[in-house]
């Protein structure tokens, strides 16, 4: 399930994720896909050769689960922030 910020448009993804699934696998829908924008802030950070070639290599390895540099940073800082609580 897609998280955002806003509790409204939390539950409008709710809303139409409950209504979707009432359609799926019937003849009018087999599958769908909701994509919800999430506002994000470039930020710029000095990081060591080694660990963006290993960052690289990484993403290269598995386009699947990470898009790009950031979406892996991001992913690894949220692993973070969760263990920090």
């Known amino acids: 399930m897609l998280r955002c910020s806003s509790p409204v448009v939390n539950h409008i993804i709710k809303y139409i994720f409950s209504y979707l699934s009432l359609f799926k696998n019937t003849k009018y829908i087999k599958s769908y896909t909701f994509t919800v924008c999430i506002m994000k802030k470039p930020i710029s950070a000095t990081i060591e050769e080694d ?35």
Do not use: C, G, M, P
């Open 51 to 85: 660990l963006i070639a290993w960052i690289d290599k990484i993403v290269a390895k598995d386009r699947k689960k990470y898009r790009n540099k950031s979406h892996l940073i991001e992913i690894a800082l949220e692993r973070l922030r969760e263990e920090e609580r």
